[in-house]
């Protein structure tokens, strides 16, 4: 069962700042309000909130900028009801975050039906963040918070090594991923411990964290402790690999994203661009391709490989892709057929700049940032733009999709036109017209994205621009 959020009325006396506690804190504020893409200092944030020992540390510090920088601090618990003592474990969760003077909502997840072919970790998993997604938009909270720390990203990378992921999985644990912010990544646990032990405070401790049938666990407390007995840097190295990788990942996606056709009914690959890609790239064209098309799972790899051999010979190119799909080749490019929503419910999002938004209704977000001028800016892009800076320093920015009465005066236009004869002239699919994401600034249509910026935005003699991209979410 679920519990209402409430506000403490007393706030917490907070111990004085340790070496550890200040390193924790010096971390949560640069991380979430002076990195890439910063927090504003009014944020609400949701803490995905257990009550073990790392959660807890994460909770704490973010009280400390709570009295700091005035943010507002929000609990969310779920209860995965996977043993006998979870429910005691919730109500000593429920009572850590009192003890903090944070507000606090809980639910119980159902547990894993017989017969269910998800793993128990997968199952709680999926039902965890969907607790976490309604929660955040029932409490307004600009992001949700996870605990996730540097030996959580070593372990996650070398389970994937061992289940033989390429590039795209061996990244890890994404710093940000939509909503869902990890700001501790950068710190161990011994250091968060440390963190907690200067509190006072001690965290609830999760029996199922020790059950070495799970194999996470197995890798947590066997295999390598084994193998840093002999390699003491192995954690470190795992760590590495990740950043590395994700790194590699972005030049990737960008250089595939220039595969996709910029106007067809449905996301499409083009099939002669795809022959001339290596297979490793072929294969992650294939999992961009599903993403984009809003599948829930990639392609399986057995269907990936028939799919290339059909490249590379003159069999049809019509197979199925799993999940009930099919690949189909039209136009002399490759589309994963089925029937998308045509018309998606009415999409509005505020965010700011530097900002990211996840505009969950088309499986897409926008990032805006500033750059300095760069070459490719003064070339055509469906995935990118970039703009002239608008004269206010803190413009209204939304992002959401057409409206009635909507006008643009396009690049080089001499006046501004409706938007859906826009549409019509760039021969954009009814289809794809509402599923179009657009930039608006200060009320002003700005960018629309693989068809026009509005000549306002025209980047000139400026010496910095506005950078907007859309990508997968």
């Given amino acids: 069962m ?9 706030p917490p006396t907070l111990s004085r700042t340790g070496t550890a506690l200040a390193r924790l804190e010096e971390v949560l504020e640069r991380s979430l309000f002076s990195g890439p893409e ?7 944030i949701l803490v995905a909130f257990s009550g073990g020992p790392d959660s807890l540390a994460l909770l704490y510090g973010l009280v400390r900028l709570r009295v700091k920088l005035g943010v507002t601090v929000l609990a969310a618990h779920a209860d995965h009801a996977q043993d006998g003592e979870s429910a005691t474990r919730a109500a000593q969760a429920r009572q850590l975050a009192e003890t903090l003077g944070v507000a606090w909502v809980s639910q119980r997840l159902v547990p894993r039906p017989a017969g269910c072919p998800e793993s128990l970790e997968a199952w709680a998993r999926r039902l965890r963040y969907a607790f976490l997604d309604q929660q955040q938009k029932e409490l307004r909270a600009d992001c949700i918070l996870t605990a996730h720390h540097r030996d959580d990203q070593s372990e996650t990378v070398a389970l994937r090594m061992m289940l033989g992921s390429g590039l795209e999985g061996l990244a890890g644990i994404r710093p940000i991923h939509g909503r869902v912010r990890r700001p501790l990544l950068e710190l161990s646990r011994h250091e968060l411990s440390s963190a907690l032990a200067e509190t006072g405070l001690s965290g609830v401790l999760d029996p199922t964290n020790r059950n070495l049938e799970r194999p996470r666990n197995r890798l947590r407390h066997c295999l390598l402790p084994a193998l840093v007995e002999d390699e003491p840097c192995l954690g470190e190295r795992l760590f590495r690999i990740a950043d590395a990788a994700r790194g590699a990942n972005v030049r990737v996606e960008r250089l595939l994203l220039d595969l996709v056709a910029a106007q067809t009914p449905r996301p499409a690959l083009s099939l002669r661009r795809l022959r001339e890609l290596e297979e490793p790239l072929q294969l992650r064209a294939l999992t961009l391709l599903h993403r984009l098309a809003q599948q829930p799972f990639p392609p399986p790899l057995a269907a990936q490989r028939d799919l290339l051999r ?6 049809s190119l019509s197979c199925d892709c799993g999940q009930g799909q099919r690949w189909l080749e039209r136009d002399g490019h490759l589309e994963v057929g089925g029937n998308p929503e045509p018309y998606p419910p009415a999409f509005t999002y505020t965010f700011s700049m530097p900002g990211r938004v996840d505009i969950r209704e088309i499986g897409l977000e926008m990032r805006l940032r500033r750059s300095a001028i760069e070459p490719w800016m003064f070339e055509g892009s469906r995935w990118r733009a970039a703009l002239a800076p608008p004269a206010n320093d803190d413009p209204t920015l939304v992002v959401r999709n057409r409206r009635p009465g909507d006008r643009i005066q396009p690049l080089g236009a001499p006046g ?5 004869e826009v549409f019509i002239d760039r021969h954009v699919p009814r289809e794809e017209r509402d599923r179009t994401p657009l930039l608006v600034i200060e009320q002003k249509i700005a960018w629309v994205p693989g068809v026009t910026i509005d000549e306002g ?15 997968p979410s």
Avoid: Y
Avoid at 38 to 44: C, E, M, V
Avoid at 310 to 315: D, E, T, Y
């Fill in 2 to 10: 679920g519990s209402s959020p409430f506000t403490a009325t007393n």
């Fill in 416 to 420: 501004s036109r409706r938007l859906k």
């Fill in 38 to 44: 910063p927090l504003l200092r009014s944020a609400r």
């Fill in 457 to 471: 935005f025209r980047l000139g003699e400026h010496r910095q621009a506005w950078v907007v991209e859309i990508a």
């Fill in 310 to 315: 059909r490249l590379r010979g003159s069999a």
